[in-house]
């Protein structure tokens, strides 16, 4: 059963082939068993998951039949869950359990779905790698001594290694995308706004959004579909109709223009990525799709940018966890002061600490205009640049990442070589759009991604033609040898 995808197991239990205890059972064995060789999880909540099931086959018992009825998932673990663990994997948060459950996490449960625990990540989500948590790293279940991506990293080993079908993710600058494209997974970051960030803890408030890691697309769809949607308690959330997205996935691509950017073919791309990706164009092609040369000028400043808007927002995010009223505390504080420092110092990691402290200098008097005012200018030129390619093409393709995972440790002394490794997701972040990596071939065993972006509120297309892609390819078949 731990084959099955989403839609798979939706079909399954409809057609009462298994029962969701029966399933979830098979799941948490197999958690038990392989787990501990991915450290993909934090918390395992093997008794809620038991109870959900069984209430879940109650449900369908009384006639109720919905897709996600009795799936299991796990959320990533800043996902707030009632009476469990929400860790944000720091030192800072180890013991916290939130008293409420995150929109997210209420409206899958809703659905009928059955949580099968909390999965590990970056420290606060900063990471692109997974190497930033107080649990330890995660391994990439393709090669075990490389990085499965983050800051979602979790999240996608577990899928990836068919612990279950699908988890809930966070992308704030790729944390969706990137994992996704490491571990041969479908991730997609919604629009801004389109998800409720309400009880997700916050890393950059402008920057992040919640989205579904699945094997494929149409598994995306069932999942965006139960997540989406206004929500009166964040003040960020947009009051937008969801349309049905699984009633589109197959949709012609006759006529459709993808447009690809010149500057994604630079000298730092992989040249085995972008042979993967000539040789995604051309299937696209064959289904009708139009290519067109596009250009996106300001992307060279996307990094630069990004690093000082999303570590201003941590600075202030971050300030809450001082030791007073709920996390980490230091032992025996000589003052006020005393607990400030210490509580912060020893309960955040060094990534953390450091964005921390960029993010507060980006923001100090006699900087801000230097620094903070203009990284919002330059985001603003982003955003416009990909209005100006709108008007052109329908949908923007290239690679999701400038090379294939790295092996756990190589880049731990030069974050700077980790942050480059955003420079084509973090794009979508600053100009707030939706974007999906889907699998689109190897490199040297190491999956790799394609990312396709679309205007607001566009995700039902860039499902469609990451469906209608994976109907003629079989990437997104594949498993992990030993998984």
């Known amino acids: 059963m731990h084959q099955l995808t989403l839609a798979e197991i939706a079909r399954g239990l409809s057609a009462k082939q ?74 800072m948060l180890d013991n916290f359990q939130a008293p409420y459950d995150a929109t997210v996490v209420e409206k899958l449960a809703a659905a009928g779905t059955v949580t099968l625990g909390k999965t590990n990540m970056d420290e606060f989500a900063m990471g692109s790698a997974n190497e930033n948590s107080h649990y330890g790293p995660v391994r990439n279940p393709w090669q075990l001594d490389h990085v499965p991506g983050g800051s979602s990293g979790g999240s996608a080993a577990a899928v990836a290694a068919r612990l279950l ?67 009166p308690k964040d003040s960020t959330s947009i009051d937008e109709a969801v349309p049905d997205y699984s009633a589109t996935l197959n949709d012609s691509l006759q006529g459709l223009r993808i447009g690809v950017p010149r500057e994604y073919f630079g000298a730092g791309l992989d040249p085995r990525i972008a042979e993967r990706v000539e040789a995604c164009i051309a299937e696209l092609e064959k289904l009708g799709a139009v290519i067109k040369p596009i250009s996106l000028p300001n992307m060279q400043h996307a990094i630069p940018a990004y690093y000082v808007i999303a570590p201003a927002e941590a600075s202030s995010n971050l300030s809450r966890f001082d030791g007073v009223r709920f996390g980490y505390r230091c032992e025996n504080p ?97 100009a707030g759009l939706p974007g999906l990596s889907m699998p689109m071939g190897f490199a040297d065993g190491l999956p790799v991604g394609a990312q396709l972006l679309a205007p607001y509120f566009q995700e039902g297309r860039l499902l469609n033609v990451a469906h209608r892609y994976q109907q003629v390819t079989d990437w997104h078949r594949q498993s992990p040898e030993g998984f």
């Open 18 to 91: 298994f029962s969701s205890e029966e399933l979830t059972r098979a799941l948490l064995a197999r958690i038990e068993a392989l787990g501990p060789r991915l450290n993909a999880f934090i918390t395992v909540t093997e008794d809620h998951a038991i109870e959900q099931a069984r209430a879940a086959d109650a449900r369908r018992a009384a006639g109720e039949n919905g897709p996600l009825l009795g799936a299991p998932l796990a959320h990533k673990d800043l996902f707030c869950t009632r009476g469990i663990r929400t860790s944000c994997a720091s030192r």
């Open 165 to 231: 079908p699908a988890t809930t993710g966070t992308d704030t600058g790729g944390s969706i995308r990137q994992p996704a494209a490491f571990t041969n997974l479908t991730g997609l970051k919604p629009t801004y706004g389109r998800v409720s960030r309400w009880g997700m803890v916050a890393y950059a408030s402008s920057l992040d959004q919640a989205g579904p890691l699945a094997r494929t697309a149409e598994d995306c769809a069932l999942m965006l579909q139960a997540m989406a949607g206004f929500d």
């Open 334 to 430: 000589l003052d006020l002061t005393d607990l400030y420092k210490r509580s912060r110092g020893e309960g955040f990691g060094p990534e953390v600490q450091r964005r921390i402290m960029v993010g507060t200098y980006a923001l100090s008097a006699g900087y801000y205009d230097a620094y903070y005012l203009k990284a919002q200018r330059i985001r603003r030129l982003i955003k416009n640049d990909f209005m100006a390619a709108f008007q052109e093409v329908d949908v923007i393709l290239g690679p999701t990442t400038p090379n294939p995972a790295w092996k756990l440790g190589a880049k731990n002394n030069d974050p700077v070589a980790a942050y480059l490794e955003d420079v084509y997701t973090i794009t979508a972040n600053l």
